[in-house]
């Protein structure tokens, strides 16, 4: 389901690994042989890193050799502190071909002894009560180093930053390849946004550098933090922001140790006092005070609604300090219990916002999420994530019957192009501010740059609108029941399928269609809100085996 050709997350996920497998390499030969001191020096693992990562033609010598050097300080200290067997990290690592691995055994949140309450189905509001219009953003990708005209297909996993193209340049606001945006693209942006206005709130899903990942520093992510706060102040004005932290924020990229975790100068705290710092007018005291700690935090969007920020970073399988301790990491989702809980005894709704999607978590997190959002269904009225690029949404049933849908979390589609995408961002409508209002999303609203028309010469770049929800699938409201009821005609529709398939990526789609296998393994990640969770593709499968379909739902991730 992918474009074709090694995304950049791939070659940056291998060769950020390579310390860890070579560090495997010389330590020992699994866990047969008992666990063994590694006895080499880092300068012979960094080595053995590169070689394998040149030979392996995951990436210029070059690039190789910066990423290798960024990321092997975090990666062997993480393991230092790990209890894993060398075996054990490559099979979590690279695979169940390299080893064996079972560190992330399930573990549970503690939910509240008070019984849930009963289960009233969402109605749609009175005609002509109030709404608000919600600003969604989500990995903006500021490139740096854009260079219009310069190559877009390099052999980097980032291009469009220098070097002679081979038929046509990079444009001038974007383009379809595996590059990111300049700023002036994201300026244009929020000028558009400043006249087409006005929103209710903004909710911001983060990843705010580039995706040249091997050659970043603290110094670059903190600019790239500084430049983009500073430029949605300055043309958003006043609209109240409320951010979440992607995994492209920190150095190295996915690199969270949880709070507490004895890593020194490698905690995150740099990144959040900065962040604290940059969102200050944006968020209240106590918020700031758990930004600062853990990356989340809670506060009041309007009367009856409620705001959680999740970081996460803590629940991904990328980050590679949970190896040292997986089990609910800062204690986050415990926290969003008490809070959930709080919300339903005072009679407030929760939307719940994050960067990287449920079902993208490692699985104990994922389930044990997906157990909450069971209990406090009630109150829980919008889950919105990032991260994937695209445009898609992941659907929650209860858990005794996997039949009546009870969640959904939207799953908005980046800012930037990459890979080969038009830039876009969602507007969701939601049932507004009143007493008894849902709070739910009433509807949403998906604009693009059309980057064939905006790069033509002499063309005016302009943002429009590529489809409304209720609209495009003719729902009579945008409730859990209609989404899953989507997913259906799906299956017998072929027409609608291919609509959906087409604005899934922005109005640019790969050139292979997705038809059969692919088909199979979409309709199943749009009904599965958790993690390796075979029960909820059953019913979708038509015998296409589990871990096919899982195969298939990486090969379309691009961040």
Request: charged fraction near 20%; include cysteine; charge should be neutral.
């Amino acid at each position: 389901m992918g474009r074709g050709g090694r995304s950049s997350h791939g070659t940056r996920a291998r060769a950020g690994l390579l310390p860890l497998v070579v560090g495997r390499r010389e330590a020992g030969r699994g866990a047969a042989a008992g666990e063994r001191r590694l006895e080499s020096s880092l300068d012979r693992i960094q080595q053995l890193a590169v070689s394998m990562c040149e030979t392996l033609h995951l990436a210029r010598p070059e690039v190789c050799e910066e990423i290798i050097r960024l990321f092997e300080p975090d990666m062997l200290t993480a393991w230092t502190h790990s209890v894993l067997r060398p075996s054990e990290i490559c099979g979590l690592l690279v695979g169940p071909h390299c080893g064996h691995w079972d560190i992330y055994s399930d573990w549970n949140v503690t939910l509240p002894d008070t019984p849930k309450p009963p289960v009233r189905p969402p109605v749609p509001p009175q005609p002509g009560a109030p709404t608000a219009r919600v600003l969604f953003l989500t990995d903006l990708h500021w490139d740096r180093g854009y260079q219009p005209g310069s190559d877009p297909a390099c052999r980097d996993p980032l291009c469009c930053r220098g070097g002679l193209p081979r038929g046509a340049g990079a444009g001038y606001w974007g383009s379809y390849s595996k590059c990111d945006l300049p700023l002036h693209t994201l300026e244009h942006l929020f000028q558009h946004l400043a006249a087409t206005g006005p929103y209710d709130v903004a909710y911001w899903t983060g990843d705010i550098p580039a995706h040249n990942v091997w050659e970043q520093s603290r110094a670059d992510q903190l600019h790239a933090l500084t430049t983009v706060t500073a430029l949605i102040q300055k043309y958003l004005g006043p609209l109240p922001v409320y951010p979440a932290v992607g995994n492209h924020e920190s150095v190295p990229v996915n690199s969270f140790p949880p709070p507490r975790l004895p890593a020194g100068n490698q905690s995150s705290a740099w990144l959040y006092d900065a962040m604290a710092h940059a969102w200050h007018q944006w968020l209240p005291t106590e918020a700031l005070a758990t930004l600062r700690v853990g990356g989340f935090y809670t506060l009041r969007v309007w009367p009856g609604l409620r705001l959680v920020s999740l970081n996460m970073n803590f629940c991904s399988e990328s980050n590679f300090w949970l190896l040292v301790n997986s089990t609910d990491p800062a204690g986050q989702l415990q926290w969003l219990v008490d809070i959930l809980l709080e919300a339903e005894e005072g009679g407030e709704k929760v939307h719940i916002i994050g960067h990287i999607p449920p079902s993208h978590c490692m699985h104990s997190w994922s389930w044990n999420y997906y157990h909450i959002i069971n209990r406090f269904e009630g109150t829980v009225a919008g889950q919105f994530f990032g991260h994937t690029h695209i445009d898609e949404f992941q659907l929650f049933y209860d858990e005794e019957t996997l039949s009546r849908p009870l969640g959904v979390a939207f799953v908005a589609p980046s800012v930037t192009t990459y890979v080969g995408l038009n830039p876009g961002y969602r507007v969701y409508l939601l049932d507004g501010a009143y007493p008894g209002s849902s709070h739910m999303v009433l509807d949403h609203e998906t604009f693009i740059l059309n980057l064939t028309e905006a790069n033509v010469p002499g063309a005016t770049a302009r943002w429009q609108r590529l489809y409304g929800a209720r609209e495009t699938y003719g729902f009579s409201a945008a409730f859990p029941a209609d989404w899953d009821q989507l997913t259906r005609r799906f299956q017998v529709d072929e027409g609608l399928f291919q609509r959906f398939w087409y604005l899934m990526y922005k109005g640019h789609p790969p050139r292979q269609p997705c038809r059969e296998a692919c088909k199979t393994a979409l309709l199943c990640a749009l009904h599965t809100g958790r993690a390796g969770d075979p029960k909820l593709c059953q019913p979708l499968s038509q015998g296409l085996p589990f871990p096919e379909i899982q195969a298939r739902w990486r090969q379309r991730r691009f961040c």
